[in-house]
């Protein structure tokens, strides 16, 4: 298997390791190109001599804010401080190390490259892609995270969240990443909706006798899930009593069924979620702490729509293909957009998709959503104009980045790039749409994203 990556060399000087280096790299199975626009797709690998703040800037700029896979190697004799590599993930680097420092390197680098390369495959196929919808780069690398994790482990999995982040479907599509031929279905259990006096039975099962109306035996959650994935929702839910007596079964993988002697052994992959903050719930003592770290080898905190602002078009879109009976859905003016991505989403994606279904119920035609077709509790008075973005967290961002050095003209030309991505992103690749939305001409949008690719550090 071989895979493309492009190369950058960050060297003060001509480096007599390079060449080396690149032949290895090919031996490898690792096809590398110049950073130029038009490469192939793949990930980034930097060779780099020391550091300093011009690597630090090709880093940001060629991982494109760390939403793209990089690779930073320090070439052979570099005077590099292994412990200031942390610096370089914080820059955009997915992983870092010294090219002398392991067996073989080539062959090291390209098993992370295929590793990404699978990862990043299944990220952008259908299955994830047409379930958990979103182009920002903090979805993508959430995206990254949960599928490298459910196809490489079967490790337990707790999955963080608000209300509507969309914690069921991560948890089935876990479960689908690692199902293998022979494995049974998903097995889902709301812990809302258990009652006190029937949680034994709900989870262990019962024989016949066991308690009044016990009429015959009953297979429970860990006898049904054998085989196959069990999803516990709303983890946080559960009355210390019966986490207590889940302990032994997610430890060992053996139960009894109520009323029972037999021991009997299941084997599952265990998927919880939940919306409460299981840290203050343990230090509270609402929930025992030797349970969290039996049911959380993972984390993952799905964050909510106001994080990612850039996916709400995109998901916006595909309700309205789900929705919608005609081949194509209809377009959105440019107002309804403008709403849309300044709305409150309390409830997350959920509460997006009820809405866009009222705006759906309501259009007529085959022409574009209209700021009619918005119901008339859901419009936007007078008393709520458009917020102004420039509020203390704005005062921060700039704040900090002054205090680590950056002048003017690298805060307006970072500035700068940042919006035209955004814009972009947002609409959906659609270059007339996000010169509108920045408020300059289609020719200038397009010099402005050709000078910021030429600021990319080319190979020397």
């Known amino acids: 298997m071989r895979v493309p990556a492009r190369l950058h060399v960050f060297a003060n000087a001509a480096s007599r390791h390079v060449e080396s280096i690149a032949e290895e790299l090919r031996r490898a199975g690792i ?8 490469s192939p797709n793949g990930a980034t690998i930097v060779l780099f001599d020391e550091l300093s703040p011009g690597l630090y800037d090709c880093l940001h700029d060629a991982s494109h804010g760390g939403a793209e896979r990089l690779l930073a190697i320090a070439l052979p004799e570099s005077a590099t401080n292994p412990i200031e590599f942390w610096r370089l993930l914080q820059w955009g680097a997915s992983d870092a190390f010294l090219w002398d420092s392991m067996p073989n390197p080539a062959s090291q680098i390209a098993a992370r490259l295929e590793r990404w390369q699978t990862v990043d495959m299944l990220v952008d196929s259908p299955l994830v892609k047409n379930n958990l919808i979103g182009n920002s780069p903090l ?5 990254r995270q949960i599928v490298e994790v459910a196809k490489f482990t079967a490790a337990s999995v707790l999955i963080l ?14 479960h689908t990443l690692h199902a293998l031929p022979n494995t049974r279905e ?15 039975s709900e989870f262990f099962g019962h024989e016949r006798g066991a308690f009044t109306g016990a009429a015959g035996p009953r297979e429970g959650a860990f006898a049904l899930a054998n085989g196959g994935s069990l999803f516990l929702d709303e983890v946080g839910e559960l009355p210390l009593v019966l986490q207590a007596q889940l302990l032994r079964v997610i430890q060992e993988r053996m139960y009894k069924r109520v009323g029972g002697n037999q021991w009997h052994r299941t084997e599952f992959r265990l998927l919880c979620a939940t919306n409460r903050d299981l840290a203050q719930e343990i230090e509270h003592g609402k929930f025992r702490s030797d349970l969290y770290y039996r049911i959380a080898a993972w984390v993952f905190r799905l964050p ?7 996916d709400i078009l995109p998901l916006t879109r595909h309700f309205l293909t789900e929705l919608s009976s005609a081949e194509d859905p209809p377009e959105i003016e440019e107002p309804v957009r403008d709403y849309l991505l300044k709305r409150t989403y309390r409830g997350n994606v959920r509460e997006l998709r009820q809405l866009v279904a009222r705006i759906h ?6 022409g574009p959503i209209t700021a009619g077709d918005i119901p008339e509790d859901e419009r936007p008075t007078d008393r709520v104009a458009a917020t102004d973005w420039r509020d203390s967290t704005f005062d921060q961002v700039i704040r900090r980045a002054v205090t680590l050095g950056a002048g003017l003209k690298d805060l307006s030309q970072y500035a700068t790039d ?7 992103s947002e609409e959906e690749g659609n270059l007339q749409r996000a010169a509108r939305k920045l408020g300059v001409s289609d020719r200038a949008l397009q010099m ?13």
Do not use: F
């Open 304 to 310: 909510p729509l106001r994080d990612r602002p850039e």
């Open 448 to 460: 402005r994203r050709a000078n910021g690719s030429k600021g990319l550090r080319q190979s020397r």
């Open 418 to 424: 940042t919006a035209i991505r955004i814009a972009v």
């Open 31 to 38: 096809n590398s190109y110049p950073p130029k626009y038009g």
């Open 139 to 143: 979805w993508k690398r959430i995206m």
């Open 186 to 200: 998903l097995v889902i259990l709301d812990c809302t909706t258990i009652v006190p006096g029937l949680s034994g």
């Open 161 to 174: 969240g608000e209300s509507g982040t969309g914690k069921e479907l991560v948890a089935r599509l876990i």
């Open 361 to 366: 119920a309501r259009h007529v035609g085959s």
